[in-house]
């Protein structure tokens, strides 16, 4: 980092199923009101605005046209990345490291439940000529590459199934969570086959939710905040989008968005500089996937560290104590909000019953979802 930045406030909606009581403007304005309240600022007090907004996900095209209204940026500079949260969050830290702004805050939501047909979204998204006119679901793409992770990884089903308990169980205790529930391991091995060996509890549950960040200069955030959390490396990386061309057993998407945020806070040693992490888990194997990748682990690690409880809240590398994807729900371009929320509500120590002890450095990743090879992930530090 050029410019110390931190962020010095968060809002958010929290993550439900289903929200037919708000429009997606007033998850919008509701998290943004708070965010504006935690850092104790008027809008007009706000230099710029970055939206994240990819359209299908709200229900409505060209959906970020009413960002400015709900955010309180009507005729200020605010611009629409159609990506994940974690790449708006990196956009605001270039547009910082610019000197042309002393403080920006970032915004993204999700609406799922406006789509009646969420599958037919998501296959829009694979290649027109190869892979779409094979009219299958884009789910079939999660199996496979779980078929050749836990092939080439040597890694237990059951681990995969494992992580669906612990994330579960860990959203009962996070209130924003919407989809905490008491699994037992047989429960979730013994359920319906999408696309071997990828089951339906494999897959994370969809939710609505918007989430506001407020990021701000060094000299800005220490006299604005008493508890600033500070944004040491963000990165973003795209691996190729072809599906006959990725390497279909790592992540390395996040393999190199990582290293690249890792050295940007000057972290040589993940394992061990990394309290805790909030990463990707829309399909359950991701999770050990990109654990793999982001080099918390080593290669073939993750799925023996999982069952021996070491990524619980109590053991010594939790990941997702706030539930991830499968707690929470998926929430599209939202993901990385949700999971950047999370972590700077641990470092503040205000997870409440999902508190962990003594935590000083935490990692947020997200994935953009099937079918992209795309994944973003930044460090924060109390």
């Known amino acids: 980092m050029t410019r110390g930045i931190a962020v010095i406030g968060v809002g958010t909606t929290g993550f439900r199923a289903t929200t037919p009581d708000l429009s997606y403007r007033d ?4 998290a943004a009101k708070k965010a504006y309240l935690d850092a104790g600022l008027e809008p007009k007090e706000i230099g710029a605005w970055v939206a994240t907004s990819e359209d299908f996900v709200e229900g409505y095209s060209i959906a970020d046209e009413y960002s400015p209204d709900q955010l309180g940026a009507v005729l200020r500079p605010i611009y629409t990345v ?8 990196g956009s605001a830290v270039m547009m910082l490291n610019s000197y042309l702004y002393d403080i920006v805050a970032v915004q993204g939501l999700s609406k799922a439940s406006n789509m009646t047909t969420k599958s037919y979204l998501m296959d829009f998204a694979l290649d027109p000529v190869y892979n779409r006119p094979l009219n299958q679901h884009s789910d079939y793409l999660a199996g496979m590459e779980m078929n050749r992770f836990l092939f080439e ?3 237990a089903r059951e681990a995969c199934a494992k992580v ?5 169980r860990n959203a009962m205790f996070n209130p924003l969570a919407g989809h905490g529930c008491d699994l037992t391991l047989d429960y979730v091995l013994a359920s319906a086959t999408v696309a071997y060996p990828l089951t339906e509890m494999d897959i994370a549950q969809y939710s609505d939710g918007a989430v506001v960040m407020v990021l701000a200069a060094k000299d800005t955030a220490m006299s604005l905040s008493k508890r600033p959390i500070w944004l040491r490396g963000i990165s973003w ?14 992540a390395y998407y ?16 993940p394992r061990t500089d990394i309290d805790f992490a909030e990463i990707n888990d829309e399909f359950s194997y991701k999770e050990l996937q990109h654990l793999e990748a982001l080099r918390l ?3 073939g690690e993750a799925g023996v560290l999982t069952m021996d409880g070491v990524t619980e809240i109590d053991g010594s590398l939790p990941v997702n104590p706030a539930g991830g994807c499968l707690g929470a729900g998926n929430l599209y371009e939202c993901n990385g909000g949700r999971a950047a929320l999370e972590v700077v509500i641990q470092l503040r120590g205000e997870a409440g019953r999902n508190q962990l002890k003594d935590v000083s450095t935490g990692l947020a990743m997200s994935w953009r979802g099937l079918p992209t090879t795309t994944g973003a992930v930044a460090v924060f530090s109390n």
């Open 297 to 299: 682990c080593n290669p």
């Open 27 to 30: 998850l919008t304005y509701e």
């Open 254 to 269: 996040a393999q190199l968005a990582g290293d690249m945020a890792y050295k940007m806070a000057g972290i040589r040693s």
């Open 164 to 168: 669906v308990v612990k994330n579960r």
């Open 82 to 89: 159609p990506g994940d949260f974690l790449q708006s969050l």
């Open 153 to 155: 990884s040597n890694t």
């Open 237 to 250: 990386c795209s691996d190729t989008p072809s599906l006959e061309n990725r390497d279909w057993g790592r």
